[in-house]
């Protein structure tokens, strides 16, 4: 053997590496784009990235979030970019650490939230000879990614940073695409030596200029859309699902017309929300009088909607810009258009108004009654006794689904952020809560329960970035927290105020709601459905350091929402099943 070909010693530093170089070109190109967040996962080839993410967070160009799931670092980095609408970066090693980011991919897919994932892999040489921690990861998240290149291992010629460079800027253009925005996936081959020393390439790697090329790959997938101007004359409702955002209140507001407006929709404000929408579209004479649906975002918590939608004397018109997804049931839509108005004209309140009316009568308010003053300053001894007991009675009753998502809904503040899992509860909220301007958002693009505390952790940490206001709050059901459980274990010295409100009815009650419950044998649906759960939640969030509060009642829960937040509180809502 030629000492000098010998490979260097386990541990030892060489002074450069191609890796190194192309992996800091790499991440110093996407901030120079806008990256402002990078989310690394631990991993030995994806070593070189990592250190780049952490030479660029020491010199304050980065915020960097370490986390050893990649599936809690996943949807970290979506919640990141829910909140910024600049995609965040997520790095980790090879093998199944890239498959346990499909499901934020997905998500990222569905929901067209900007997300930039690149996933360490060895070189071409190592593929095919059951190398360890090898598996095909070339197009490895197939329609979800935007753009999707795999990337040779460099070898230290000339050129290779420029051509990182001009790939960043490629990434980083796919992702935040105004038409199509979502997920971007670079797979990057890295050989021996994995990662060297930084210095001399910080020192060296800066470009004389940026490189730009002509990209033509990602033009609109769809083709443009016309907007529309609606005639008054149509009885007509306005939809707004998740993500369809403040055009659709404008809409509703400007023709004098219900709104349907999801708690996630971004739309849920004004006077013309009608809460109760569920139920009056289950009687004939609110459903069969409708005449024309317009629809924003995507509606994913009623049945009621999509089947009025399929109804034959209702016509239907989508709003959706270019290269999004069309929400279109039965595909039975009229038109699909980009953006729609209404024509000048006096609004038919009679319609609106049996709307609002019909919604009140059917919503009953959680919120406690007010004191009975008089009673309490009564002269009469029995008087005053009873309405201090009716008080203390007041005070002691437990905590319901209702009581619950209306304390959360009442202690949200614009400059607030809540959050809503995959869970019971949405539903919930979404048949109960008025109208209130604030910033909500649920992982609707495929409405799993995965990944929701993670989000909402990446969430927060944007909002409350360089001295931001407010809390992060998220509301889910026990199996939906046991699921994303994992994302509990925060960086060290990073405490974002965030409470995690966890309605514990001990497993999935939001499968006794389907037909089954009624059909299958109670021990076998609850098993394999309901799936009991007895886990101490209090043992839990001291195991990850957080806070921990009970709230049994609402007199409990509201002390729990006034209390100060300076960091990760639990916060445990014992529910009854029923």
């Known amino acids: 053997m030629n000492p000098s070909a010998a490979p260097e010693p386990v541990g030892s530093a060489p002074s450069s590496s191609p890796a190194s170089a192309s992996a800091w070109a790499l991440l110093d190109a996407f901030v120079d784009a806008g990256v402002s967040d990078v989310v690394v996962c631990p991993g030995s080839r994806s070593q070189a990235l990592a250190l780049a993410a952490a030479e660029l967070a020491a010199s304050g160009r980065i915020t960097l979030h370490v986390r050893i799931d990649e599936r809690v670092a996943g949807f970290l980095a979506l919640g990141l970019g829910v909140e910024t609408g600049r995609p965040a970066v997520v790095i980790t090693t ?19 939230v900007p997300l930039i994932v690149l996933t360490a892999d060895r070189p071409a040489e190592a593929h095919g000879i059951r190398a360890n921690q090898t598996t095909k ?41 105004v038409l199509d925005p979502g997920p971007v996936h670079l797979n990057l081959a890295f050989r021996e030596p994995l990662s060297g020393s930084f210095a001399a390439v910080v020192a060296e790697a800066a470009p004389d200029a940026p490189v730009e090329t002509d990209d033509t790959a990602h033009a609109p997938r769809y083709p443009g859309r016309p907007h529309l101007v609606l005639e008054r004359g149509p009885r007509t409702l306005v939809v707004a699902g998740h993500q369809a955002g403040p055009a659709a209140e404008q809409l509703a507001a400007d023709g ?13 404000f004004g006077r013309n929300v009608i809460a109760a929408y569920r139920e009056l ?31 034959p004397q209702v016509e239907t018109i989508v709003v959706a810009p270019a290269g999004a997804e069309v929400y279109n049931p039965g595909r039975r839509a009229d038109r699909i258009v980009s953006s729609v108005a209404v024509e000048a004209g006096p609004a038919d309140r009679a319609w609106l108004g049996a709307w609002v ?22 002269t009469t001894p029995a008087e005053r006794l009873a309405s201090v007991r009716a008080e203390l009675d007041a005070v002691r009753l437990p905590v319901t689904r209702e009581v619950l998502v209306d304390a959360v809904w009442r202690a949200t503040w614009p400059h607030d952020r809540l959050v809503v899992g995959a869970s019971r509860l949405i539903r919930v909220a979404d048949g109960l809560v008025p109208g209130r301007k604030i910033s909500v958002h649920a992982n609707r693009g495929l409405a799993g329960i995965d990944g929701t505390i993670a989000t909402a952790t990446g969430i ?52 006794d709601a389907l037909e089954v419950a009624q059909s299958a044998p109670g021990a076998l649906f609850d098993r394999v459905q309901y799936t009991p759960q007895h886990v101490r939640l209090e043992s839990l969030a001291t195991a990850y350091g957080w ?20 960091g990760p509180v639990l916060i445990e809502v014992p529910l009854p099943r029923a």
Request: net charge negative; hydrophobic share 40%; glycine share 10%.
């Open 94 to 112: 090879s093998g199944t650490a890239t498959a346990n980011l499909h499901p934020a991919v997905l998500e990222a897919h569905h929901s067209r």
């Open 256 to 268: 004098g017309w219900p709104l349907i407006a999801e708690v996630s929709s971004g739309s849920r």
């Open 460 to 511: 927060a940490l944007a909002s409350q970035a360089d001295g931001g206001p407010g809390v992060t709050r998220v509301l889910l059901g026990d199996l939906a927290f046991l699921h994303d459980v994992g994302a509990l274990l925060l960086d060290d010295g990073v405490a974002p105020r965030l409470q995690v409100i966890v309605g514990n009815d001990g497993g999935g009650t939001i499968f």
């Open 357 to 378: 009316v019909g919604s009140r009568e059917r919503v009953v308010d959680p919120s406690p009654a007010a004191p009975d003053l008089d009673g309490l300053h009564s």
């Open 281 to 311: 579209l289950r009687e004939d004479d609110y459903r069969e009088a409708v005449e024309r649906v317009v629809v924003f975002g995507h509606p994913t918590l009623s049945r009621e909607v999509p089947l009025l939608l399929q109804q």
């Open 547 to 566: 806070e921990y509060r009970s709230a049994r009642t609402r007199t409990e829960l509201d002390q729990a929402f006034t209390a100060p937040v300076t």
């Open 137 to 177: 990861q070339d197009d490895l998240y197939g329609f979800a990614a935007r753009l999707a290149v795999v990337v040779e291992a460099p070898t230290g010629d000339a050129g290779e940073q420029d051509t990182a460079r001009d790939l960043a800027q490629r990434a980083y253009r796919a992702a935040t695409d």
